[in-house]
């Protein structure tokens, strides 16, 4: 049994106000679009209560038939600011890593940049940090494609 500790920054800058792209993350109907399920795997389903002290669960089933699952509990909300919570990922019956993320927006006329940070501790192997920043970067890319839908 072993666990790896890591952090990771990523920064992106969309052409959106920072209205918009808060709703993307703050609306469940509009977060499922880029969030709910990588393209390729299945749904199982989404929740989003988006308060502070409300949670948020995704599932879905890779290509694999891997059922991955997403539970997270947020802390602090400042709308248009930034969303701090924490999260644990889940491979089929084992638990995979718990983070604590952090997401801030920071508007400079009609874009919007996007700063998360990540501190994770990776359990046992079954993820890595490595693939969690790939991941990030893929669901930054849907987030991306659907502020221009």
Do not use: C
Request: aromatic share 10%; proline share 3%.
């Amino acid at each position: 049994m072993s666990i790896k500790h890591a952090s990771f920054t990523i920064e992106r800058t969309y052409p959106a106000p920072v209205g918009k792209v808060w709703q993307a993350w703050a609306d469940q109907a509009s977060k499922a679009k880029w969030f709910a399920a990588p393209d390729g795997w299945e749904s199982q389903g989404h929740t989003l209560d988006f308060r502070v002290g409300g949670t948020e669960h995704v599932a879905s089933t890779d290509t694999n038939g891997t059922v991955h699952a997403y539970n997270a509990l947020y802390h602090d909300i400042r709308p248009n600011e930034r969303i701090v919570s924490t999260y644990s990922m889940h491979a089929n019956d084992n638990k995979t890593s718990v983070s604590l993320a952090t997401v801030e927006f920071e508007e400079d006329g009609d874009q919007t940049t996007l700063t998360i940070t990540e501190h994770g501790a990776f359990f046992d192997e079954l993820d890595r940090p490595e693939w969690r920043e790939e991941g990030t970067n893929g669901l930054l890319d849907a987030l991306g494609k659907s502020l221009t839908s």
